[in-house]
């Protein structure tokens, strides 16, 4: 893992050249480092982790396998996209794991946002230690840490992958893009030939909807925030927001507000809906949603999505407030 600080000097990567330069680069790191041995990688479709993905695959092809933990807190649709994405079209060494009563079962009535990172972080390196286990040759762990998360990874982000391995951890770490940005990530994405929508797509923290599950997570309110979330996306890909707007999610809290629904009283969830834009992460200013397209995604989620009654929005920049809720 790289854990010292990012000299000024280095190039940015901001074009097609300085970008296939970083991947010949790395390519040949990972493949003196690795070998003839095995790689793991933690594959949740989001860029960082894809990005890694489809530069050891051009390192070391079939050595490298993904793994894709379903842990109940993905994104309408996110699994079906990776196992299209990576097992199909990019024909990954590529294994699935549905854990998602497992993950769900321990963060029961749990509601510290830091130990609900810890449970989620530690059990997904339970998960990958038994698939690990169960094949020939696994020396090696990779990861797909970007030069924020070292950053921010002193109290900050302690959940993130490099606050929160267990000590006894038995692989090595392979973390070829620990010293790049974000938008540098994506143009070593688009030079590796990854698809458009997922270079592109947003990024989501490791511990998915459990953190903006706010408070104790209940499969029903789980839900909820699912789909709430699935048509702010939609709207947003509508209305050609999701080009402009660097993060945009719902959060729901664990409180509810009465309502009217059918011309009867209705207790409900708000759906808390955040919209920023950003370079680095490390700060981020609000983009401005028109008023009409928040009516409608106000109207959709209010009655589409059973147990949401009210959806309203935040408008805290970061700092004083950081992107996620929890």
């Known amino acids: 893992m790289a854990d010292i600080i990012r000299p000024e000097s280095m190039a940015r990567i901001t074009t097609p050249e300085l970008a296939e330069a970083f991947i010949a680069e790395q390519v040949a790191a990972v493949r003196e480092q690795v070998g003839d041995k095995k790689v793991l990688l933690a594959l949740s479709g989001g860029v960082d982790s894809s990005v890694v993905a489809a530069l050891l695959i051009k390192a ?16 309408k649709g996110e699994s079906e996209q990776v196992i299209e994405v990576f097992g199909k079209e990019l024909d990954a060494n590529l294994i699935y794991v549905d854990a998602t009563d ?18 989620i972080g530690n059990e997904f390196i339970k998960v990958f230690d038994e698939e690990a286990s169960k094949l020939e040759g696994i020396d090696f762990l990779a990861q797909g840490t970007i030069y924020p998360d070292i950053l921010e990874s002193h109290g900050v982000k302690a959940h993130h992958n490099v606050g929160g391995l ?10 070829p893009v620990a ?11 688009d030079a590796l030939g990854l698809p458009h929508t ?13 953190v903006r599950c706010l408070g104790a997570i209940t499969r029903d309110r789980l839900h909820a925030l699912r789909e709430a979330d699935a ?8 209305c050609g927001l999701a080009g402009k707007v660097w993060q945009y999610f719902v959060a729901v809290p664990d409180f509810k507000s009465v309502g009217v629904r059918d011309n009867k009283r209705y207790e409900g969830w708000p759906a808390i809906i955040r919209a920023v834009n950003t370079v680095d992460a490390m700060t981020a200013t609000i983009e401005e949603i028109p008023y009409a397209v928040l009516h409608k995604i106000t109207d959709r ?26």
């Not at 959806?311 to 929890?326: C, F, H, N, Q, Y």
């Open 102 to 119: 497992r993950f769900l079962d321990l963060l029961a009535g749990e509601t510290d946002p830091e130990k609900k990172r810890k449970i």
């Open 60 to 75: 070391i092809g079939k050595q490298l396998v993904c793994v894709h933990v379903n842990h109940g807190l993905m994104r």
């Open 198 to 210: 997922m270079v592109y797509r947003q990024p989501f923290p490791g511990p998915g909807l459990g």
């Open 301 to 326: 989620i209010t009655h589409e999505v059973e147990g949401i009654n009210r959806v309203v929005m935040d408008l805290t920049p970061k700092p004083i407030g950081t992107i996620e809720w929890e």
């Open 231 to 238: 048509i702010l996306r939609e709207e947003f890909e509508n």
């Open 166 to 175: 267990p000590e006894d951890m038995k692989m090595e770490l392979v973390e």
């Open 179 to 189: 010293l790049l940005y974000k938008d540098e990530v994506r143009v070593v994405g």
